[in-house]
């Protein structure tokens, strides 16, 4: 079967930093995706990994690792806007995104 | 970015009625639309694909006659809740792939589902 594996909660400090783990099992592979979703809200777009390696975008960087089916979300000089979700979700052969439960992240002052 | 809406973004129903919820693509023509539901604090679970022109594909366990969904153009779907009942009280979430980018999918901004 599928399975996309994350942790449900993490709690961070303001100005820190944060990395959530995420490894998967699918039928095929054609990308990986970090969403963020704030409560009552729809997800929104982070990054997209399809290559090894890191992707830094801002004080977000993801990073993806095919061979060991295993990426993670690195949140840098953590903000108390970013206490949210986590969404990993991996498009596997039949281009179907399969999501995670979500990592629900606490940020404390 | 690609912008998807939806509409309404919130509805308060009484049991037994029908809810339509409209989701369009604004700035591109989407080959392939995607329905969530997603309870509170659960991840979301897809519902159905559409695929333009062509009858929706259901999830397990997502009852097909009580979920209508119409995908009759580029930029339209539909989302009918048929005799809704409370158990139907949910956040309903589009998203839209571009078809020219089987990558990415875009989300429109939800909608809030009560069934009183």
């Known amino acids: 079967g599928q399975n996309i594996d994350q942790p449900t909660e993490m709690t961070a400090t303001e100005g820190a930093i944060v990395q959530i783990n995420c490894t998967y099992q699918?039928?095929?592979?054609?990308?990986l995706f970090w969403y963020q979703q704030h409560a009552g809200e729809a997800p929104t777009f982070l990054s997209y990994?399809?290559l090894d390696g890191l992707e830094e975008k801002g004080r977000f960087s993801s990073f993806l690792s095919r061979s060991k089916g295993y990426s993670y979300l690195l949140l840098k000089e953590l903000q108390m806007k970013d206490s949210a979700s986590y969404l990993c979700a991996v498009l596997d052969s039949n281009y179907q995104l399969i999501w995670g439960a979500g990592t629900k992240l606490i940020i404390k002052p | 970015g690609a912008v998807v809406s939806q509409h309404p973004s919130w509805v308060i129903c009484k049991s037994g009625t029908s809810v339509k919820i409209e989701c369009r693509s604004l700035d591109f023509q989407a080959t392939t639309m995607f329905w969530y539901r997603q309870f509170p604090k659960q991840s979301l679970m897809l519902m159905a694909t559409s695929n333009e022109g062509s009858k929706a594909t259901y999830e397990q366990g997502v009852e097909k006659d009580k979920f209508l969904i119409n995908h009759a153009s580029l930029t339209l779907s539909t989302l009918t809740v048929t005799s809704a009942h409370p158990e139907d009280s949910s956040f309903y979430i589009c998203?839209?792939?571009?078809?020219?980018?089987?990558?990415?999918?875009?989300f429109g901004p939800g909608t809030r589902l009560l069934v009183l």
């Open positions: 990994n399809v």
């Open positions: 699918t039928s095929g592979f054609n990308g």
């Open positions: 998203s839209a792939r571009d078809g020219n980018h089987q990558e990415t999918q875009y």
